[in-house]
């Protein structure tokens, strides 16, 4: 069993930066993949970015033009996301997700098995 704990996010204004961090409890969460999702008032679940579980892969959304960095720390059980030259656009509920044992990095929300509560970002223009 895995429980995951999102933390960071808040109000800041466009152009500015936060970094999101995603605590993860189990013993097997250092065996998984891990992602960001984020969703927008009034629109779908997306994709924002995944790790594996070495950390020598990653993903992310194009949207993002390397805006955003995902790395972890397994020592820590932790994941974090740097989120730079932020936009009104990217406000959101950011969710942190675990993977399967696989220990792949996914974009796709099917292969996480566990979900964070959610973290509110909130940008200003």
């Known amino acids: 069993q895995v429980q995951l704990a999102e933390s960071g996010g808040g109000l800041v204004q466009a152009g500015g930066s936060l970094i999101l961090s995603c605590v993860a409890s189990?013993?097997?969460?250092?065996?998984?993949?891990m992602g960001w999702f984020r969703q927008a008032p009034g629109k779908e679940r997306s994709f924002v970015a995944a790790?594996?579980?070495?950390?020598?892969?990653?993903y992310y959304d194009d949207s993002l033009n390397d805006r955003f960095t995902i790395s972890r720390d397994n020592a820590k059980n932790t994941v974090y996301m740097q989120m730079n030259s932020l936009k009104p656009d990217d406000t959101a509920v950011y969710h942190c997700?675990?993977?399967?044992?696989?220990?792949?990095?996914?974009?796709?929300?099917?292969?996480?098995?566990?979900w964070g509560q959610g973290t509110q970002v909130t940008v200003s223009s």
């Open positions: 790790i594996s579980s070495s950390g020598r892969i990653t």
């Open positions: 189990g013993r097997t969460s250092s065996l998984r993949g």
């Open positions: 997700g675990a993977g399967r044992l696989t220990g792949i990095a996914s974009r796709r929300s099917e292969d996480y098995d566990y």
